[in-house]
């Protein structure tokens, strides 16, 4: 993977990388990206502009531990893939600054919830557009989109709220039976 400035990035280590890219790995980042987009059900623009080695190996894992992907690419390799995908009114050369592509592919609200947080902490990276579900963003929208709680804390909540009342009405339930057995009980010793 090929930043702006001809770095190799990979895993834990990034690398100067003299020459230029030929045409051939220019088409396998474009068709890559193509991909991704095309699979993801969030996406979200960033610039990374400014930001520290150790601060992206540091967003990288935190991205990774929920199977989110961090991509960088030069912003007429982003426009290409983008159009290929299907997404040509989106130009990532209106964008400003280093651009940063993070694919959620599970969760719509994860990736911009992870990157909100990082950026909070992190003056430097700054989210810019994204597209959810095919629709886009602005930076506005993806900050909102961001303090909403995931998908799972969402369905966690709604199994808590539908758990609540039906234990009530067990106990409740229980209750009545124990004092309908100790009516039992007490007129059977009356008789």
Known sequence: MLD????????SMAFHRPFMITKKQKQEIIKDLADKLSRQKAVIFSDYTGLKVNQVQELRQQLREKEIDYQVAK???IDLALKQAGFKKIKAKELTGQLALVFGYKDEVLPANILYNFSK????????????NGEYLEKE???SLAKLPSRQELLAKLVGSISAPLSGLTSTLQGNLIKLVNLF???KLET
């Open 4 to 11: 702006p400035k001809g770095l190799i990035l990979g895993g």
């Open 75 to 77: 912003k007429n390799l």
């Open 185 to 187: 009980k007490n007129l």
């Open 121 to 132: 902490e992190n003056e430097s990276l700054k989210i810019l557009a994204g597209l959810i």
């Open 141 to 143: 929208g993806i900050i």
